[in-house]
């Protein structure tokens, strides 16, 4: 009997400080419309903001007509940096760099938003013993930085008013 109190007490504890420090598990964001058309030449990042919008609840159109919110992705980069050198001149460490640009417009609205940049930024050993795992780390954290992004994304439309 005194254990299972002990046990329960416990997870009484862990509910309210969880509850107390503020953590909330992460739910839908709440957009100010509800159709969306995506315009703009992005490869990498495309499908999987769609599915992020469509699982938000909104309407992805495959024209303007009845879009309440035009977004269009201006571009994307990805980009490699050598941070660090050995005494020998290989390669120590990697940083790598993913932007997305992109504008917005109401459909209300004549003119378009500034070109706003998301930007994500990850740092990576390297070893040339380890290739193949190296690559699928640096392959991980590239889809992390998209995941980010779009996530930033998802925050800053949340944030458009209506």
Same mark, same amino acid.
């Given at each position: 009997?005194?254990? *299972?109190?002990?046990?329960?007490? *416990? +997870?009484v504890?862990? $509910?309210?400080?969880?509850?107390?420090?503020?953590?909330?598990?992460?739910? &839908?964001?709440?957009?100010?419309f #509800?159709?969306?058309?995506?315009?703009?030449?992005?490869l990498? @990042?495309?499908?999987?903001?769609?599915?992020?919008? =469509?699982? #938000?609840? $909104?309407?992805?159109?495959? %024209? !303007?007509?009845? &879009?309440?919110?035009?977004?269009?992705?201006?571009?994307?980069?990805?980009?490699?940096?050598?941070?660090?050198?050995?005494?020998?001149?290989? $390669? #120590?460490? *990697?940083?790598?760099y +993913?932007?997305?640009?992109?504008?917005?417009? =109401?459909?209300?609205?004549?003119?378009?938003?500034?070109?706003?940049?998301?930007?994500?930024?990850?740092?990576?050993? *390297?070893?040339d013993?380890?290739?193949? !795992?190296?690559?699928?780390?640096?392959?991980?954290?590239?889809?992390?930085?998209? %995941?980010?992004? @779009?996530? &930033?994304?998802?925050?800053?439309?949340? &944030?458009?008013?209506?």
């Amino acid at each position: 009997m005194l254990k *299972f109190s002990l046990r329960t007490l *416990f +997870y009484v504890i862990l $509910v309210v400080s969880l509850t107390s420090c503020g953590f909330h598990m992460r739910g &839908a964001e709440d957009l100010s419309f #509800n159709s969306v058309f995506i315009q703009g030449n992005t490869l990498v @990042i495309s499908k999987n903001l769609n599915k992020t919008l =469509r699982t #938000n609840g $909104v309407k992805v159109l495959d %024209s !303007a007509e009845n &879009a309440e919110l035009l977004l269009e992705m201006v571009g994307e980069e990805s980009e490699k940096r050598i941070l660090s050198l050995s005494g020998t001149g290989a $390669v #120590n460490e *990697f940083e790598l760099y +993913y932007r997305v640009h992109y504008r917005t417009k =109401r459909v209300d609205s004549e003119l378009w938003s500034q070109v706003q940049t998301i930007e994500s930024r990850r740092d990576y050993t *390297f070893s040339d013993a380890n290739l193949l !795992a190296k690559q699928d780390e640096e392959n991980r954290l590239n889809h992390d930085m998209q %995941s980010d992004v @779009i996530r &930033a994304l998802m925050h800053r439309l949340s &944030a458009l008013k209506k």
